[in-house]
């Protein structure tokens, strides 16, 4: 009995119309690039993690998917879903940058306490940054940002993207901490769980140094990178001011971990958030 199925009907219906060229075509590129189940694409290079969250008594208070895809055109796209379990929040993120991760447009769908709270896409030239949302809260807003120069980071919130904040760090600049500006936010609150609405962003960045981190998914010869306490900003409870310390490595600038003081809601303000698997 002839098995008949899609493919093998359009590959009929192409044959007969081109005499078979269309198909030696198509056959003759998928073998150029190698594709099929389990192969991947000759023009993006992709990776993907899992982060965990981890409070200061030691134990799972969230987790974070990322993928990470760097296309031909040089453009970078992180797409994350993260899951914040003391603060009930979730939050769906697709970010695209150029090659030297300078934000292009991003989506951000967030839920609170088990409900639904706002969406946003955002578009950023160099000269504005323009954002359509709808919140439960406040309904629908148009929104637009004029920009004096490009911006250079989008902070939407998943751990992973914290790292994208580093590729401002001048390196040439014999300044140990530098002023980070031409920045912008999703939200203002330290979960991100509002809007998403866009602000400007500002703080500082600290190069350590280069230390080799192991983690369970091996050793990364990492750089260590700090977001020291800024003037005036919050502090804890018990006095400790707000600062992140974070582990990167170059030249893709991909998470592998960070340690939070005076931000989280227990009694020390202390986190932590450790990159427990890895593919690329």
Known sequence: MLELNRRSLFSAAT?????????????????????????????????????????????????????FSFREDGQITLRAFCEIDDARVERDVVYTMSSDFRPLDCFVRLHSRGQFLGTGWIRITDTSADCEVFNTTFGRISQSIPLTEPALTLGSHPLACDALVLPGYNHKNPEKIQARSGGLSTSPLLDGASGPLLSISTGLIEYVGPETIKTAVGTFDAH?????????????????????????????????????HGYLKNKTGFGRYELVEFET
């Open 15 to 67: 044959m007969a119309m081109a005499g078979g060229g269309a198909t030696s075509m198509a056959n003759a590129a998928d073998k150029k690039n190698n594709l099929g189940p389990g192969k991947a694409s000759p023009y993006v290079r992709n990776m993907r993690g899992k982060i965990l969250y981890i409070g200061d008594d030691d134990q799972e208070r969230g987790r974070e998917w990322f993928s």
């Open 224 to 260: 260590h990178y700090r977001f020291p306490p800024k003037p005036g900003a919050p502090t804890h409870a018990n006095g400790t001011p707000t600062s992140e310390d974070i582990w990167v490595t170059h030249p893709d600038y991909t998470f592998v971990r960070a340690e939070v």
